[in-house]
């Protein structure tokens, strides 16, 4: 059974900093990437960035360039988002997810076959 959990969530001034991490366990070698994806109140969820499996290629949505970045510990089973310069912008549920889609970098939501629970991230003075 695949099971993604986020950690690391909370409230944090505009500025500030906040590391996501997601636990992945039972993950099959037919997903391809594991990714973050947020909702904002009232929005749609969108891709805010994926971590291919194979060769580690990233890819970030325009919006968090330069402000975020993807890693992962592969003993650890753990794929983190490191959040730096956050605006109120960024505020909403992160989610975990995983894809099996060919197109390895994706970050349209409905590509992903697997999500956490989610978290709530805050930006807010």
């Known amino acids: 059974q695949v099971q993604l959990v986020e950690s690391g969530g909370g409230l944090v001034q505009p500025g500030g900093s906040l590391r996501l991490s997601c636990v992945a366990s039972g993950l099959t070698s037919d997903y391809i990437a594991v990714g973050w994806l947020r909702q904002a109140p009232g929005k749609e969820s969108e891709g805010v960035s994926c971590?291919?499996?194979?060769?580690?290629?990233?890819s970030y949505t325009d919006s968090v360039k330069g402000r975020f970045t993807i890693s992962r510990n592969n003993a650890k089973n753990t794929v983190y988002l490191q959040m730096d310069s956050l605006k109120p912008e960024d505020t909403g549920v992160y989610y975990c997810?995983?894809?099996?889609?060919?197109?390895?970098?994706?970050?349209?939501?409905?590509?992903?076959?697997?999500w956490g629970q989610g978290i709530q991230v805050t930006v807010s003075s």
């Open positions: 971590l291919s499996n194979s060769d580690g290629g990233t």
């Open positions: 997810a995983a894809h099996k889609d060919h197109r390895v970098e994706t970050l349209i939501p409905a590509d992903f076959a697997t």
